[in-house]
């Protein structure tokens, strides 16, 4: 990719973020919302809204102070040092970003194959198109930045303002009925069979909601390549959660006007094509199919461009191990692959659901991290308020306790997984750390 700094504006920053945003959010996490919030889903993510505006004071003061191409790797080398703990929050950060990019290519196989009979395709079918995705992200992340800056800029208007459409819509076709929201009965099967207490599923959820937000970070790993970053960052992280709330609520609310939760649920996978067609018919599915395979290609896309970025940080801070392996070109193209690579592992062995669980676990013990930071090493060189940091560490706990409750109770391999995943982060860390400095000395 082109090295040439100051290279995305500040549109170009909102329709990166929004990007990632709306093309992990809406599409991939509707249905697993509806099945822990039941009629309430709408609301929660204007909770995940409110929740994120407030842990994005830490980002935004940060990116005030540290603007950065590396973004989450430098704001944590800048409270922790350069060490392990930087490294192990960061890699909880960089894995989180490829279980997106899994997690979103895997929603585009997914809506994909709405517009064909599934069984031709059999169970490979969506993984097969999300891994072919993920090749078309790359080639694309390897023209350079411009080209993605364009082609970001054009893909978020056309979803943002197709989605507008859509659920505006659909709210006409149900006769703009709010009544689903307050419908008690309407409850997914899981927290009835599980008893599941409605104010616990609807923290959890809103733990969920938080993830179709995360993609604001994209704009701080971003970092210097952003013009003015100082003013930009902050501008550009509050206008796309803006444009990303708005959208999320319209399209919520009108999906809950056309379906019952129990309905949303049975097509968890592809709820907002199977909510257009009560509304619009076949039509509506193809439209709400097409603006999704837009959505989902932005999406990826935007996020390698990001998350290669952080690795490569992290690589030049001799944090994490790198190898050629014979591949010509700078260490931010191999970084792009091995990206891409892991992305792709992911899309073809994991579902979405539990693609999707992990991302949270591991993005809300990073953003923990990120906030402590802040309070106990950074508050008087950012002059941050330590209340709002505080009030931001308190949310995430409540929100990833009240998320690990149900998911032990719903599917246990969750946790087990992220255990895992963490664990081998740790001892992998510590002892690359450990040979690296034996070498050097």
């Known amino acids: 990719m082109s090295d040439s700094k100051k290279s995305l504006s500040l549109l170009g920053a909102v329709s990166m973020g929004t990007g990632v945003m709306i093309g992990a959010g809406i599409f991939a996490l509707t249905g697993q919302i509806a099945e822990l919030a039941n009629a309430l889903f709408p609301l929660a993510f204007l909770a995940g809204m409110i929740v994120t505006g407030i842990c994005a004071y830490s980002y935004i003061k940060l990116s005030q102070n540290y603007p950065s191409s590396g973004g989450i790797a430098m704001f944590l080398q800048k409270a922790y040092g350069k060490g392990a703990t930087t490294a192990i929050f960061a890699l909880l950060m960089f894995f989180s970003m490829i279980i997106n990019q899994s997690l979103v290519a895997r929603t585009f196989g997914t809506y994909t194959l709405q517009l064909f009979e599934i069984e031709q395709f059999g169970q490979w079918g969506i993984p097969i198109l999300g891994a072919l995705l993920l090749a078309f992200a790359f080639s694309v ?36 009925d709010f009544n689903s929201l307050f419908v008690t009965e309407n409850r997914s099967k899981l927290t009835e069979d599980l008893a599941i207490n409605p104010v616990w599923g609807f923290i959890s959820a809103v733990a969920l909601s938080v993830l179709a937000y995360k993609g604001f970070t994209t704009i701080t790993n971003s970092g210097d390549e952003i013009n003015d970053p100082k003013r930009n960052i902050p501008r550009a992280i509050a206008i796309a959660i803006g444009i990303c709330t708005l959208v999320y609520l319209l399209v919520a609310v009108s999906v809950s006007s056309n379906l019952t939760v ?33 959505a989902t290609v932005s999406g990826v896309i935007a996020s390698i461009f990001a998350v290669s970025r952080m690795l490569t940080m992290l690589t030049n801070m001799e944090l994490v191990p790198h190898s050629h392996l014979g591949m010509p070109g700078s260490i931010q193209k191999h970084n792009v692959v091995y990206t891409v690579v892991i992305a792709m592992l992911l899309t073809l062995f994991f579902d979405l659901s539990r693609i999707a669980s992990m991302g949270v676990i591991f993005y809300i013990i990073m953003d923990i991290a990120i906030h402590w930071g802040v309070l106990t090493k950074l508050k008087h060189d950012l002059d941050a308020n330590p209340y709002i940091v505080i009030f931001a560490i308190t949310l995430d706990v409540i929100i990833l306790s009240a998320f690990l409750w149900i998911k032990w109770q719903m599917d246990p391999f969750v946790i087990w997984a992220s255990l895992i995943g963490l664990s081998l982060i740790i001892i992998g860390e510590i002892f690359f750390l450990r040979v690296h400095r034996n070498k050097n000395q």
């Open 262 to 294: 129990p309905e949303i649920v049975g097509a968890r996978d592809y709820s907002l094509a199977e909510a257009a067609k009560p509304a619009f018919g076949q039509w509506g599915l193809t439209i709400t199919v097409l603006f999704a395979i837009v």
């Open 141 to 176: 992340n390897i023209i350079g930045n411009k080209y993605i800056e364009g082609l970001s800029v054009v893909m978020a208007f056309i979803k943002a303002i197709g989605l507008f459409l859509l659920a505006l819509g659909g709210l006409w076709a149900a006769g703009f």
